[in-house]
């Protein structure tokens, strides 16, 4: 499935480092040579322990965060800054909360200065293409539930038409069924999209379910300690999660992450983060 | 207006008006230093229809118009370089805090000493008195962003221009209109004090006409009936005006 179009999507990631830097100035290595190839339109899962980087990973390739040291490319082009290529879906919805559901999703439009007229246009696509109910568009974030509110950002990510669709942790705030339905949603739309899909997860199974490969990270400072590929045949449903091999991938998978203790201290805020 | 928001309100001002009827009859207080709230209600009247208090209304909706426009606009500016420029704000801070730790009242002569009897000087008061909340509230406002959507805005290649118009500007309303509530009731206080300071005009000139060569006591209460009823309308339109600009989050 991973139609491998060159020059769309493609990622490329050679000993990518990163390091944050305290008050005092000290380095506080976050990523330590990391290696990462995403063919055009592949779709795999980060998976690591908590402070492992995966987020500050995702940073780098979005161009919100520069590489300490190392090469990273887009297309064979470097990453540099964020790029309309790119789309972005954070843990939590991040919605304008004075702006309706259908402004939030064309607010990507409107910063690239697209007519109104244009943006209607895209809005209703993009409505359809997520699976939100037109009927909503009208209200604020405050007014929606949890997972609408999420729609609307995957919609918003998705507004200029991203060759690549960065998702970190998009669905954890989510409630376990509610997070099996979107993730098979959005294989749905990447099957019609074909774009390239990095998503950054806390779950096993949800790395198994989506991915064409699950890479692990280790405790900080995160390096790529195993790059798993799933075989399991696509379309994939949530029945196959029953099958053995998953529990072979899974298994293989926990291994990898048990190697390294997880890592004490905290440099990034302490985040919530739903394990399942 | 709904009948619950309306009905409180009518309530307490009818206690309100018992409360000095009863002050007035118990206390068998003359009509020279406190008139029953019928007299003054009648001189109220009156007074705004044979023209009395309308010439001096004017003069005082003039200065307060124009002294919050100043005054917060400036504030809105001087608000956002606060915000912007640490060194900006360490620089000018205290002679902020310092102009408004001196009381308008101790700077009101010196002002109309400056600019005049006239409109200039109450300009110029109200326009200070109004500066400094609405311009912290500015301030504040601005810097309350949340960090994570100035991100979304980077991620989105945002310019500077569209950042502060769809970012930082609407998260800082609340606060704005906070400040600005604020600054529209000290404009009429400025106002007021600026005329006490000196005029020829306006509605402080009718109280001092009205306790002094016209010895006219309900007048004098119906003057001060009009000042804050005047405060109570601006502060109300400022709300209505939040509501429309900021509705429900």
Redesign the interface.
């Known amino acids: 499935m991973t139609a491998d179009i060159p020059g769309r999507g493609a990622i490329d990631l050679r000993g990518v480092s990163f390091a944050f830097r305290n008050r005092t100035g000290e380095a506080h290595p976050v990523l330590d040579g990391v290696d990462l190839a995403v063919p055009g339109g592949g779709i795999i899962a980060l998976i690591g322990p908590n402070g492992c980087g995966k987020s500050t990973l995702l940073r780098v390739l979005a161009g919100l965060l520069e590489p300490g040291a190392g090469d990273a490319r887009l297309d064979d082009v470097p990453i540099a800054g964020p790029d309309p290529r790119i789309g972005l879906v954070f843990q939590e919805p991040r919605l304008l909360p004075w702006r309706s559901a259908a402004d939030n999703i064309t607010y990507p439009l409107e910063l690239a200065g697209w007519p109104a007229d244009r943006r209607a246009v895209r809005l209703s696509t993009l409505t359809e293409l997520v699976g939100l109910d037109p009927a909503v568009t009208g209200s604020r974030p405050s007014e929606l539930s949890g997972g609408t509110r999420q729609r609307v950002a995957l919609a918003r990510a998705l507004a200029l038409e991203p060759e690549v669709l960065l998702l970190d942790e998009p669905f954890s705030a989510l409630d376990a069924l509610t997070r099996e339905r979107f993730d098979l949603e959005l294989l749905r739309l990447w099957e019609r999209s074909a774009s390239t899909i990095v998503m950054v997860t806390h779950s096993i199974p949800e790395g198994i379910l989506i991915a064409d490969r699950v890479v692990v990270l280790s405790p900080r400072p995160g390096r790529v300690v195993a790059d798993i590929e799933v075989d399991l045949p696509r379309p994939r449903s949530i029945a196959d999660l029953d099958a053995a091999a998953v529990s072979r991938t899974a298994a293989e998978i926990r291994a990898h992450l048990a190697d390294g203790a997880a890592a004490d201290d905290e440099v990034e805020p302490a985040r919530v983060e739903l394990a399942s | 207006m709904r009948r619950r928001t309306w009905l409180p309100a009518a309530a307490a001002f009818a206690f309100f008006v018992l409360v000095w009827k009863a002050v007035v009859v118990v206390g068998g207080l003359p009509p020279f230093i406190l008139p029953p709230p019928e007299t003054v209600a009648e001189r109220f009247v009156t007074a705004w229809l044979d023209g009395t208090v309308w010439p001096h209304f004017v003069t005082t909706m003039v200065e307060v118009a124009l002294g919050f426009t100043v005054g917060a606009g400036l504030a809105l500016v001087v608000g956002y370089g606060l915000a912007r420029s640490p060194l900006f704000e360490r620089l000018a801070s205290p002679y902020l805090v310092a102009a408004q730790a001196v009381p308008i009242l101790a700077l009101a002569p010196l002002l109309v000493l400056w600019f005049g009897p006239g409109l200039a000087s109450k300009v110029v008061i109200c326009a200070l008195i109004v500066f400094f909340p609405v311009a912290i509230a500015t301030m504040v406002g601005l810097r309350s962003v949340d960090a994570?959507?100035l991100?979304?805005?980077?991620?989105?290649?945002?310019?500077r221009r569209?950042v502060l118009a769809?970012?930082e500007i609407?998260s800082a309303?609340p606060n704005i209109f906070g400040g600005m509530r604020v600054g529209v009731t000290l404009a009429v206080v400025g106002a007021i004090v600026g005329e006490w300071a000196g005029a020829s005009k306006g509605l402080a000139v009718l109280i001092n006409l009205a306790r002094g060569s016209l010895f006219d006591i309900p007048l004098m209460f119906a003057t001060l009936l009009t000042i804050a009823l005047v405060g109570i309308v601006l502060y109300l339109l400022v709300v209505a005006l939040e509501r429309r600009l900021?509705?429900?989050?």
């Open positions: 994570r959507l991100e979304l805005g980077r991620s989105l290649r945002a310019t569209q769809t970012l609407p309303l900021v509705g429900v989050r």
